[in-house]
């Protein structure tokens, strides 16, 4: 098969997390009850009007300024009108030959560089949904949350990328709090769209656009279908056609969509019901200031700052409060290396059992930094760490209570310890005689007795020293 | 049955707001006019109720309390019907209120109904609305002009003190013209649209007909200002100042000689009356009749695709598939009127690009900068409100292109946003001629007071 | 436009002619249209500055305060077929996929 170069364009919607609508003052609360969050507005009823919900602009503003987009001072709004039974005034109201940033860019681990074409503010629109007996019910709930759309140039040249690309913008957006972007939700979606041209040839080939992709599995597992289906067609001498292609997620299939659904023609022209969106400088270089150290930014920062490895501190990256949780309990600590397994491993699981985030657990950064610094200073081993750390996560309390208020627990003074250690030289005369008389591996036997008498409460170096001494005492 | 004399009426407890309402419904039912589509009884009833005890603890809420009116119906009541004089809203109840109703109620003002108009307001003589024909009261077998034709009706034959109408193209003023009463069209932007079911929405406004210019700035007054629910309201306004400097429209092509004749002795008058009277030469109309077209239809495209059949309105329950439901739901639902211009304007906005329509802007931006022109140098412009006297009921019904003649000389106002009102100007037999007064942009309030002197003379002295 | 034309742009809008509309319609939507390239032809738009009739900049802005107002029963009043509160779309013969 003669080789092809495959160009890969996104088109990416997001929901934006406001409480109420864009246009209208209805809640976006997720809700059971079919047609509850609605008006008359965001339902087309006869003779209604949007109203700009003002808060969705400064978070479109602070996504477009990470994807270092250069802001449009006038955006205007516009009327997208196509016929489907989901859209209630008939026209969806969106931007678009004033969009809200453009000339944007994304850098990718590979150093690519993906150019975003341009970033504007539009309306969702309403769900509908099969029930058994093939009736195909509507439910506007969803008509009229917030999106902000982002189009790139077609950079991309693998499935890969596009998965890599779209994964950084869900962690961006959650970062900077537009949006939660969960793609099972269809908070997140991606439609690639696909052209490939053979080896010299100048031009892009016909594209083609995939929807219904409802996970980053499904978005990989299209686009090599389709770069797969458009490879037979061209090395048959055919021509791709211009379609739309359905994912079908049961089959794992690509089926085309019937022609009447995507209309071509959508009769764009300004919104007369809203006038343009003016923004002033002030107001862009206020959001400038507000945006918070992004994804990549702080994974190289921690990397360094904590010496992690990459996949540590792409965990520890991987959500906002947890990066800043982990920031604040460490602060402080000399020895990090040996604490940031808890960060891996212990408090995610515990985030994981609970089915909780960062926030809410129910003890707080203080706290889990106290219990460093006794890790820290030797007071307590790591296993009793963890035990601690299983209790606070149930009780809250403050790891200094945990330790007093356990009683058989509380780690011992120094001469408790000294009484102890000669207690076991008692009871283990012989291999006290034995160590005395050269064998010094005995030594190492002699302290784990130690250790189980003090059954965690006492500190492996301290017990060491008392050890040692007392057998130099006796001899 | 002006505002004035019901409230001193009600005052003096000489009427009640109760009798008025009875004897309205009366003589609505013995006019047979048609210029209702729904009546709101038990609302009227009970808000003359209210306005009664009111009255009674002389706590009067507004000058507009007690006072019947009605609204052209494609105005939202909660409640009440909403037909749009459409087939395919024919049975839909609207679930909200519109702004001006919201504040005409505030005012303790009473809803008669919902008056009868040209379908989606669509036309300039009433005559394509499914629910029939309505008729002239100063002459049965006429036209009452369109679309708010019901509204100017309603008002001329004591059916309501004032009515709510829409003027896209000049829907408020020439029907008030040809019926023989007030109908104000103020700048675009001055009372919120929300609630009025949208036309043209870069050129729909709301317009008030009354008996008189007193009343209608009363009215103007309790309905105007800011809503949250519009973006595009604002409330700039000049200062008051005196009338000056009018001026007249020498040449106007294709207009009765009878209009001419009574637009001749209105200037007159108002040389008489101490003014300045110039003229100038509009060379604009042609091109605003171009403008008004491809605005309106390519706007009425995309603001009716709503009707689909499927959440209100008119709906079928089976077909091939989905998009051949729509067709057929539209086909019977829509009249000629109104698929007409449907289908223009999506040829308009489809047709490369959307050529039409953006060329459109410009020729509302050449508009606006003439007729700005002229309002440096003058304060008020008078001119004819229609080209023709009223004409009969069918007489134009097949010709499309003479029917838009009927807006020539009222949508260039819609298209630069200027401020316009009729008043009557006089009658030939018993057929009302229509003069307007335009005003500069924001000069509403100036204009509304300079048009009541204007009035209150030419009553005088016949 | 002929009268296949016509009959794309009727598809498009969704709207169901008889014949006897198409014919009617036909020569009025072209008399419109000779009516406006005439008109078009006499005014010379070149540099024409920009009018200032329209609504410069939005300012009315909303805060994210959601406010329910209505109730779902009122919303649905007019839709005649209805399913614990969703609207049923007419069945159709031809399922879509
Ligand atoms: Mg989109
Ligand atoms: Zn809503």
């Not at chain 1, 990718?108 to 949904?129: A, C, N, P």
């Not at chain 2, 047979?32 to 603890?57: G, V």
């Not at chain 2, 005409?104 to 008669?112: D, N, P, T, Y």
């Not at chain 3, 959601?66 to 779902?72: I, L």
Request: with cysteine; net charge neutral; hydrophobic share 35%.
């Amino acid at each position: 098969m003669d080789d092809f170069i495959v160009n890969i364009g996104v088109e990416a919607h997001i929901q934006i997390k406001t409480k109420s609508k864009i246009f209208c003052r209805c809640s976006t609360e997720f809700t059971e009850e079919p047609n509850r969050n609605v008006c008359p507005v965001c339902m087309g009823m006869p003779g209604v009007m949007p109203t700009l919900n003002f808060d969705v602009v400064p978070l479109a503003v602070k996504t477009a300024l990470a994807l270092n987009c250069e802001i449009n001072r006038v955006s205007g709004f516009a009327r997208k009108n196509y016929f489907y039974p989901d859209l209630p005034k008939g026209y969806q109201i969106t931007q678009h030959e004033y969009p809200l940033a453009r000339a944007g860019s994304m850098k990718l681990k590979s150093g690519k560089v993906v150019r975003i074409r341009r970033l504007h503010l539009e309306e969702d629109t309403g769900k509908m949904i099969h029930d058994q007996d093939e009736n195909s019910l509507l439910d506007f709930n969803r008509a009229g949350v917030p999106l902000i759309e982002i189009v790139t140039e077609p950079d991309f040249n693998s499935e890969k990328e596009v998965v890599e690309y779209l994964e950084n913008l869900q962690r961006i957006v959650r970062y900077l709090g537009v949006s939660t972007a969960n793609m099972e939700f269809g908070e997140l979606r991606g439609e690639p769209n696909i052209s490939l041209r053979r080896v010299g040839d100048q031009n892009l080939g016909v594209k083609t656009e995939i929807k219904n992709l409802n996970s980053f599995r499904s978005i990989e597992k299209g686009i090599v279908l389709e770069i797969e289906r458009q490879k037979n067609i061209l090395s048959r001498g055919e021509r791709v056609v211009s379609v739309t292609m359905l994912f079908d997620e049961k089959k794992q299939e690509l089926k085309p969509m019937r022609k009447k659904e995507n209309i071509s023609e959508y009769r764009y022209f300004p919104e007369p019901d809203l006038p343009d969106l003016l923004l002033s400088d002030e107001f862009i270089e206020s959001i400038k200031k507000e945006i918070v150290e992004l994804p990549d930014q702080k994974f190289e920062r921690i990397q360094k700052e904590y010496c992690l490895n990459s996949e540590e501190a792409e965990i520890i990256v991987s959500d906002k409060d947890f990066a800043e949780f982990f920031e604040k309990s460490v602060k402080g600590i000399k020895n990090i290396g040996r604490i940031t397994k808890f960060f891996i491993r212990e408090i995610p699981s515990i985030l994981k059992e609970k089915k909780i985030s960062v926030k809410n657990l129910n003890f707080d950064d203080t706290h889990l930094n106290k219990l460093f610094k006794m890790i820290d200073e030797e007071k307590i081993n790591l296993n009793f760490a963890q035990d601690i750390l299983k209790k606070m996560s149930l009780t809250g309390d403050d790891p200094e209570n945990i330790i007093k208020s356990e009683g058989e627990n509380i780690s011992l003074s120094e001469n408790e310890i000294e009484k102890m250690v000669k207690e076991v030289l008692e009871e283990n005369q012989k291999e006290v005689q034995r160590y005395k008389n050269g064998e010094e591996k005995l030594f190492g036997f002699l302290v784990g007795q130690c250790m189980k008498k003090a059954k965690n409460r006492a500190n492996p170096k301290l017990i060491n020293e008392i050890l040692k001494r007392c057998l130099n005492d006796r001899r | 049955m002006n505002v004035d004399l019901l409230k001193k009426s009600f005052e003096s407890r000489e009427k009640s707001p109760v009798n008025i309402v009875d004897l309205i419904y009366e003589k609505i039912e013995k006019d047979e006019l048609n210029d209702f589509i729904t009546l709101s009884k038990n609302i009227a009833y009970e808000q003359a109720y209210l306005s009664e005890k009111r009255y009674e603890k002389g706590e009067t809420l507004s000058d507009l309390d007690g006072i019947p009116f009605s609204l052209k119906d494609n105005f939202a009541v909660k409640g009440l019907r909403m037909t749009c004089g459409s087939k395919i809203l024919s049975d839909f109840v609207s679930p909200y209120d519109s702004t001006v109703y919201k504040r005409l109620k505030k005012a303790g003002a009473i809803l008669i109904g919902k008056n009868n108009l040209d379908e989606f307001a669509m036309g300039s003589s009433n005559e394509t609305s499914y629910f029939g024909v309505v008729k002239n009261p100063c002459e049965k077998d006429y036209v009452p002009g369109g679309s708010s034709g019901g509204s100017a009706a309603s008002v001329a034959s004591d059916h309501s003190s004032f009515s709510i109408g829409s003027d896209t193209g000049g829907s408020v003023r020439q029907p008030a013209s040809f019926c023989g009463v007030v109908g104000f069209k103020p700048t675009y932007g001055k009372i919120s649209r929300y609630g009025l079911v949208a036309f043209s929405s870069s050129l729909d406004t709301v317009g008030i007909l009354t008996k008189n210019v007193s009343d209608c700035k009363k009215v103007f007054n309790v309905i105007r200002g800011i809503d949250e629910h519009d973006s595009t309201v604002d409330d700039l306004k000049h200062e008051k100042r005196d009338l000056k400097r009018i001026c007249y429209v020498e040449h106007i092509p294709h207009t009765d000689p009878k209009v001419t004749e009574l637009y001749d002795k209105v200037c007159l008058k108002l040389e008489r009356m101490g003014f300045n009277v110039e003229p100038v030469t509009l060379d604009f109309i042609d091109l605003s009749m171009a403008a008004y077209k491809i605005q309106t239809m390519c706007e009425a495209s995309s603001n009716l695709a709503r009707y689909d059949g499927i959440k209100y309105g008119l709906q079928k329950i089976s077909g091939q598939d989905l998009f051949d439901i729509y067709s057929k739901v539209r086909g019977e639902g829509f009249g000629k009127e109104v698929k007409r211009r449907i289908m223009t304007g999506t040829y308009l906005l489809m047709y490369d690009n959307g050529k039409y329509y953006s060329l459109s802007f410009k020729l509302r931006d050449y508009i606006s900068n003439s007729v700005d022109k002229i309002f440096e140098k003058y304060d008020m412009m008078v001119l004819p409100t229609s080209l023709s006297l009223p004409f009969k009921i069918g007489e134009r019904v097949d010709d499309p292109v003479r029917m838009h003649l009927s807006d020539a000389l009222t949508a260039f106002a819609n298209l630069a946003n200027v401020p316009a009102i009729n008043i009557n100007g006089g009658y030939y037999e018993k057929l009302p001629i229509g003069i307007q007064f335009v005003g500069k942009r924001n000069d509403d309030d100036n204009l509304l007071e300079w048009v009541k002197i204007v009035e209150e003379e030419m009553k005088k002295n016949g | 436009m002929d009268k296949k034309l016509l009959e794309e742009l009727a598809k498009h809008s969704f709207i169901e002619l008889e014949e006897e509309e198409k014919i009617k319609f036909l020569d009025q939507i072209n008399s419109i249209f000779a009516d406006i390239e005439k008109i078009l032809k006499e005014v010379n738009l070149k540099n024409v500055s920009d009018g200032d009739y329209y609504k410069k900049y939005l300012t009315l802005f909303n805060h994210d305060e959601p406010k329910n107002e209505f109730r779902t029963e009122d919303l649905l009043m007019n839709s005649k077929n209805l399913k614990n509160n969703y609207i049923v779309l007419p069945k159709i013969i031809k399922e879509k996929e």
